[in-house]
């Protein structure tokens, strides 16, 4: 089975957020089973520098916009999944990141950048491909693919098409003058089309048009048809309630493995547990904390927003210390949050420590050195921190949404609370300082953590029993 899955970044060439994750590792658990999916990519400069054997095989023009371009093929960089790549200078060769420029605002032309990529991700789905490379089905994922699924249908193509949101609070949305600029008919600006309250939305436009719906989780995939985190988008998701379905994220299990991480000074497995106390005095050491084995160490790596409920963090911060714990935080965003936590290193010294903006290795560290991982979203569609935390023994403290309870088994892989509020999340942490006095039953429920499967096999089966279902 052929597979075109289209997504604007893919880690290890380009990351910002949990869809690179994704994206650089559906795929290719895709490819392990038997099907042959491969990955388009907009030609960002470090997508043109990190893609193995680049060469051109086809010049796209009639793109939105008056946009020339040529298709690349070449290969990603590990797992060798095979890619192609949207060169269009232009659009995507600039400084910053995908998204933004440098000082972190909007790039202006968005509209047309993502326009022309999803036309693109039509083109190659639909008869008339220039590739001799055809696929079944064209698997689009959040906003920036949004518009692919509306070009096709419009179109009166008939390759089968799956949505995937990621994040339902990225809409992708612009002004409504910009349907001159996405070529669009005039007349799929409408409810029953891309219009969302007057403007332009590349999400609804895939909600809308896509035939299959799915997103990270099966309890966000129920979520977001409430109002609460519906983000507006409630009343066609519950419509399209029979073509929605949540498969939970996987994990890269050979990059986050305890017992042969490359980012670990120590490593060890459920069985050998004493390169975790290892792991976490260097860790202690490298962020001028106190060295204490039984001192309890509370990691946190999360952007720095209040979907992710760092306030709430602070908040629990004084009683943590009060009890004897240690925090170590990881992370970049909002620049009260990062001056808080400024604050609280100051106030603390030897207790707190806050890195602002983000190290791989150090966040490979921070799983394996702490003990107890909080982890009190608001919401989030799957989340993978708290999927790293039980892989390493590292027993975490959760908010009950999406993914999230999904994942967490309240009282045998970690700590559950159910009202985004600091008093729900401190009744919590005293739970779990109150289990961590007990080193045999904390011992239980690292390993209880450790041994659950989160790779991407199970996941990759469930998409694949979706395309079949739509190639039929």
Known sequence: MRILFATSEARPLIKTGGLADVSGALPAALRAIGLDCRV??????????????????????????????????????????PLYILDAPELFQREGGPYQDVAGHDHPDNVLRFAVFSQVAAR?????????WHPEVLHCNDWQTGLAPAYLRLAGHATPTVMTVHNLAYQGIFPPEDMTTVDLPAESFSLNGVEYYGS??????????????????????????LPALGMGMQGLLTTRGDELVGILNGIDTVEWNAASDVHLPYTYTSRALAGKSQCKLKLQQDLNLEPGRDTPLFGVIARL??????????AVAEGILHRGGQIALLGTGEKTLE?????????????????????EGL?????????????PSRFEPCGLNQLYSLRYGTVPIVHATGGLKDTVEDGVTGFVFHEPTPHALWLAVDRALHAYTDPKAWKRMMRAGMSRDFSWEKSAREYETLYRGLVG
């Open 40 to 81: 388009l990519l907009p030609g960002y400069p470090a997508v043109l520098a990190g893609a193995r054997q680049a060469r051109p095989v086809s010049r796209l023009d009639g793109l939105a916009g008056g946009t020339v371009a040529t298709l690349l093929e070449a290969t990603m960089p590990e797992n060798g999944t």
């Open 124 to 132: 190659l789905a639909c008869s008339d491909t220039p590739l001799s």
């Open 200 to 225: 332009l939305s590349f999400l609804k436009a895939g909600l809308y048009y896509a035939d299959r719906l799915t997103t990270v989780s099966p309890s966000y995939a129920e979520e977001i048809r």
């Open 305 to 314: 927003a209040n979907q992710k409920g760092l306030d709430l963090v602070l």
């Open 339 to 359: 001056a808080a936590f400024h604050d609280l290193c100051a106030q603390h010294p030897g207790r707190v420590a806050a890195v602002i903006g983000y190290d």
């Open 363 to 375: 966040s490979h560290r921070i799983e394996a050195g702490s003990d107890i991982f909080l982890m």
